[in-house]
């Protein structure tokens, strides 16, 4: 089977190919970044009128990748949600409307469902259930994958998402969108130790997150030095060092409350290499096993709505036409697919 997956919920549009014999044959994106950079952050009208733009094109390409042509296609995955309003009906209609034309079934994928398997597309030890650390611009939460699509919440931030935090830290420091990897880079320049930052939420008991707090604290922070590049890669620093230490004592909490043996961290923010570096400590502490998606699968990406959307295919045996998109949508609301299931 060979599923055409399409992601367009945020500033990436993303296409891939995907054959359940020989995995991913075809890989194509594109960044808005550029188109946005100028505004600091997501322009949520240029996105939508971009993927338009951009999605035919990837897809012929990534059929070319794939040495294929639109009728050796069997299915179509695309993201519904969440994410951005009209970015995402754009993909929705291209998946939809091309799936009726070649009379194939389309099926929707949640976007962090996509990113939360991402990791299992180079690495088939990872098997149900696990415990997954979701990172992303949008989400900090902790999951307890029991199955596909059987997804408990046990903790999430109670505001700022981790990468929103880097984002807007980012900014505050004059670091180009997005901000997340403009941070590793400059605190590669910080000297250890010339700021400590809070490690929220971390005294009480509970697996939940808080960053709004630790991007005022690096505001503050700024304020109070003499500005120079040195005092923002320290700032840098003590930021990235402070939250990603948060997200470690949490796993380490997480694990030890469940018992999980593998631990799956996936989003955007996964490709942090200091986050990588010391989750990656937990596998000598627990019995556990710490798995990451590649590098091209952290931030958004085609290859993970195909892979997703071929698991749930499995099961589906009806499509209608009519879709939607959601813009909001709790992970925990998923549909468990199962062989009869009907919708
Ligand atoms: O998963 P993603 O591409 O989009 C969402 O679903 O949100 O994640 C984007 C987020 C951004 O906030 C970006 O700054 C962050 O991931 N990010 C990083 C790194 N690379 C991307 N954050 C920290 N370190 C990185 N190396
Ligand atoms: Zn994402």
């Known amino acids: 089977m060979r599923v055409l997956g399409i992601e367009?919920?945020?500033?990436?549009?993303?296409?891939?190919?995907?054959d359940s014999e020989k995995g991913l044959?075809?890989?194509?994106?594109?960044?808005?970044?550029?188109?946005?950079?100028?505004?600091?952050?997501v322009v949520p009208e240029l996105a939508s009128r971009d993927h338009i733009h951009r999605a035919l094109p990837l897809i012929d390409e990534a059929l070319q990748q794939a040495g294929s042509t639109k009728s050796d296609i069997n299915a179509i995955a695309y993201t519904a949600g969440p994410g951005l309003m009209g970015a995402l009906l754009a993909g929705a209609s291209i998946g939809r409307s091309l799936a009726w034309a070649l009379d194939i079934p389309a099926t929707e994928v949640h976007h962090m469902e996509g990113h939360?398997?991402?990791?299992m597309l180079e690495d088939d030890t990872i098997q149900f259930p696990f415990l997954s650390l979701l990172v992303s611009g949008g989400h900090t939460q902790l999951i307890l994958a029991k199955a596909l699509g059987d997804y408990e919440i046990i903790g999430e931030s109670v505001d700022d998402a981790i990468g929103e935090a880097f984002d807007?830290?980012?900014?505050?420091?004059g670091l180009p969108y997005p901000g997340g990897p403009e941070i590793s880079l400059l605190a590669?320049?910080?000297?250890?130790?010339?700021?400590?930052?809070?490690?929220?939420?971390?005294d009480r008991p509970g697996l939940d997150f808080s960053y709004s707090g630790l991007k005022t604290f690096a505001i503050n922070t700024l304020n109070k030095s003499d500005k120079s590049q040195q005092a923002k890669a320290d700032i840098a620093l003590a930021f990235q060092t402070a939250a990603i230490d948060t997200l470690?004592?949490?796993c380490k909490r997480?694990?030890?409350q469940t018992?999980?043996?593998q631990l799956v961290v996936a989003g955007g923010v996964s490709a942090n290499a200091y986050l990588r570096e010391r989750l990656t400590q937990l596998e000598q502490k627990f019995s556990v096993t710490v798995h990451y998606p590649g590098k091209d699968f952290c931030t958004d990406n085609g290859a993970m709505i195909a892979f997703a959307g071929w698991l749930r295919l499995q099961y589906k045996t009806h499509q209608p036409l009519a879709f939607t998109a959601r813009p909001r949508w709790p992970l925990n609301q998923l549909t468990k697919p199962s062989n009869n299931e009907d919708n």
Do not use: W
Not at 10 to 18: L, M, N, R, W
Not at 168 to 173: E, R
């Open 259 to 261: 018992d999980a043996t």
């Open 188 to 202: 590669q320049k910080g000297n250890p130790g010339a700021y400590k930052f809070p490690r929220p939420m971390t």
């Open 254 to 256: 997480a694990i030890a």
């Open 248 to 250: 470690f004592i949490k």
């Open 168 to 173: 807007k830290t980012a900014k505050m420091l």
């Open 116 to 119: 939360l398997l991402a990791p």
């Open 25 to 41: 044959i075809g890989h194509t994106i594109y960044s808005q970044i550029e188109l946005h950079r100028e505004y600091g952050g």
């Open 8 to 18: 367009t919920s945020c500033d990436e549009t993303g296409v891939a190919i995907y």
